[in-house]
């Protein structure tokens, strides 16, 4: 998984990249949870999403946001962390030009973000959240949520309650042309330490079913 350096609203962001399978690969934009509590690119959760996309056959990013490893800058509370986000898409479109797809993952913090980003840029198809953290983040702006996507949820979390999930989860589901498909993973604590395994098996078989640039591919 080559390194690379994307040029950021704040200076440079250090990120991962994994070309795919095919040129025209879809791509997915990989977003890691809150900066100012430990959360890096190489979290767990975060590397295993990656995977889980290359696996797939996409063309992965996965980068730190400003101010964490060797990204420059400092936290910014939310808005800033969107626009590195923007900045990362734009880069992985860039080094991608005829990918058939474009999805954004997230986790905690990170799917907070991609949510946001989801609204700004309606190229972005499906979207994975990961313990949205629903009971801190305003969500509201999802109004419309403008793709259907895959939200999975830890039952025993003790940072972001389920109920707080499924209450968002039942709000976005009420809306049109969409569905959100809500998985919620029995025993699975905010950063799925030993259900790590089944957030994936999760993650891919969703990815494996809705992305129809992934479909076309295997059919011809």
């Not at 190489?42 to 999403?49: E, G, I, P, R, T």
């Not at 979390?157 to 709000?171: G, H, I, Q, Y």
């Amino acid at each position: 998984m080559p390194e690379v350096i994307i040029n950021g609203p704040d200076g440079r962001l250090e990120g991962r990249f994994q070309a795919g399978k095919e040129p025209n690969a879809p791509i997915a934009l990989i977003l890691h949870p809150h900066p100012q509590h430990g959360g890096t690119m190489n979290n767990k959760v975060v590397y295993n999403l990656y995977h889980s996309f290359t696996r797939q056959g996409f063309a992965v990013l996965r980068f730190n946001f400003r101010g964490v490893g060797r990204s420059q800058g400092s936290f910014d509370r939310g808005e800033g962390e969107l626009s590195d986000a923007a900045s990362a898409l734009d880069w992985l479109q860039s080094v991608n030009p005829n990918a058939q797809g474009c999805w954004v993952a997230g986790f905690s913090f990170g799917a907070w973000i991609g949510m946001q980003l989801l609204m700004r840029r309606p190229e972005i198809e499906g979207f994975v959240s990961v313990a949205p953290p629903a009971n801190i983040y305003d969500f509201s702006f999802l109004a419309p949520c403008p793709a259907s996507g895959l939200v999975v949820q830890g039952a025993a979390d003790d940072l972001v309650p389920e109920t707080a999930v499924r209450k968002l989860v039942d709000k976005l589901s009420n809306q049109r042309d969409i569905e959100i498909t809500y998985q919620i993973i029995e025993n699975a604590n905010h950063f799925f330490g030993n259900e790590m395994e089944q957030l994936t098996a999760t993650v891919e078989d969703y990815v494996r079913q809705s992305a129809p640039a992934l479909q076309q591919s295997e059919a011809s």
